[in-house]
């Protein structure tokens, strides 16, 4: 178990830029899930894979963000167009079963300026 | 719509002291309940999880939970707090499809040497 990791660590990006994270579950796991959290805050759901399937995706997921998971193994998650709101950490987390506790990884954190 | 309320956003307690954090939750059927820890700049993991049957859990780290389902609450607890428990604590919900979990605010813990 190497655990979840998110790439890059740290983005700042000039506002109206495209950015793309990348995150690789811990390898058995076939369920992912893209957080994002702001500042003094608790992390908000934004889309669930199973597998290669995108089954959820939050009202917060505007027409900017899109997220795939092409072979069911990495995901990516782009934002385009980037506004200030978009600033914040953006969290991975993959399980392996419906009733096992999320996996985080350490985050993306953006910062668009 | 599930829901979860940490009323608290910081405490701050002596070394050795006991500790109670509080949680409450909003939700229709039986929850799946957790607790998770962040320490600055990291992802989040997790403390302990309930899902049925003895409402007090034990988690790592020496905490533990219970789940009450009268009042809709899930506080975390530790006996003596050491200095490395300073950290942002949360408490989230899920519903038996895992799909999508429900994150407080969470609680910002300080702890006094």
């Known amino acids: 178990d190497t655990g979840v990791s998110q790439n890059p660590r740290h983005k700042i990006t000039k506002r109206g830029q495209n950015v793309t994270f990348r995150c690789d579950p811990i390898?058995?796991?076939?369920?992912l899930y893209w957080y994002r959290q702001t500042l003094g805050q608790g992390p908000e759901f934004l889309t669930y894979?199973?597998?290669?399937?995108?089954?959820?995706k939050s009202r917060l997921l505007s027409d900017r963000f899109s997220a795939e998971r092409p072979k069911g193994s990495f995901s990516t998650l782009e934002i385009q167009r980037t506004e200030q709101g978009d600033s914040a950490m953006y969290l991975c987390?993959?399980?392996?079963?419906?009733?096992?506790?999320?996996?985080f990884g350490n985050g993306t954190r953006l910062t668009v300026t | 719509a599930q829901s979860v309320t940490q009323p608290d956003i910081h405490i701050t307690v002596s070394e050795g002291a006991s500790l109670e954090l509080r949680c409450n939750y909003s939700?229709?059927?039986?929850?799946?309940l957790f607790w998770y820890v962040q320490s600055p700049g990291q992802g989040l993991q997790l403390l302990l999880k309930?899902?049925?049957?003895?409402?007090l859990v034990q988690g790592i780290k020496g905490f533990e939970a219970e789940f009450k389902r009268s009042q809709s609450s899930f506080n975390l607890r530790k006996p003596s707090v050491h200095w490395s428990d300073a950290a942002e604590y949360f408490c989230?919900?899920?519903?038996?499809?895992?799909?999508?979990?429900?994150f407080g605010g969470g609680t910002r813990l300080m702890v006094k040497p």
């Open positions: 987390a993959s399980s392996l079963r419906v009733s096992d506790a999320l996996h």
């Open positions: 390898s058995e796991h076939n369920r």
């Open positions: 894979f199973q597998n290669e399937a995108q089954l959820e």
């Open positions: 939700y229709g059927a039986t929850p799946y």
């Open positions: 309930y899902f049925s049957g003895d409402t």
């Open positions: 989230a919900v899920t519903n038996n499809a895992g799909n999508m979990l429900t």
